[in-house]
């Protein structure tokens, strides 16, 4: 486990208009997104791990093997920032973690290596995400200190971003070596990193 504990925050809210349909419940050798990222986040030692779900709510609740990780955004269809503001106010009320690391349903060949590089600089005041190349990515690592002032700030589709545009103190953790940080935006996209 990572220490100090980070928590997981998989947002997995979203419809997936463009993808025809909730890419949580989408298939990548047989196994659900979201069972494929929760996987991720407890191989890499984040505790405790919560799923922010929306669109097919009860469907991808039913598919975690701990229902009680599951956290509603009530107002997932405004996009990103709800997903982002109710999954902070969970971990809020959870002891111990020092930091939230943040990761999508739809990046699926995002390993756990990778994301335990990025947890690995956990602490109450960091602000890092992973890069690609120099490309910033996902997952991010959101200190605790900062929750509250994020959660403020995330609203529509742009969930944290424009938040971390303002940060001088960001700090980008290459990943490059590692993966493409590569999302799935189409079900051609499941295909493979390629």
Do not use: N
Not at 126 to 142: E, I, K, N, Q, T
Not at 167 to 188: A, F, K, N, Q, T
Request: aromatic share 4%; proline share 7%.
């Amino acid at each position: 486990m990572t220490e100090p504990p980070v928590a997981g925050l998989l947002l997995a809210a979203g419809a997936g208009r463009r993808f025809g349909g909730p890419k949580a419940l989408a298939e990548v050798d047989g196994e659900p997104l979201v069972l494929r990222a929760l996987r991720t986040l407890t191989a890499a030692g984040c505790a405790p791990v919560r799923v922010v779900v929306g669109a097919a709510g009860e469907q991808v609740r039913a598919l975690l093997p701990e229902p009680g990780q599951a956290v509603t955004a009530q107002d997932w269809a405004t996009g990103m920032g709800a997903s982002l503001r109710a999954g902070l106010a969970a971990l809020e009320r959870a002891d111990g973690p020092v930091a939230a690391l943040v990761h999508l349903v739809d990046l699926p060949w995002v390993g756990a290596d990778i994301v335990g590089r990025v947890a690995g600089r956990a602490s109450a005041d960091v602000v890092a995400r992973a890069a690609y190349d120099g490309v910033p990515g996902h997952p991010v690592l959101l200190g605790r200190r900062w929750w509250r002032d994020i959660a403020a700030t995330s609203h529509g589709d742009r969930g944290a971003r424009d938040w971390l545009a303002t940060r001088e103190d960001l700090v980008l953790i290459e990943c490059g070596d590692l993966g493409s940080g590569r999302d799935v935006d189409r079900p051609g996209d499941l295909a493979g990193p390629g």
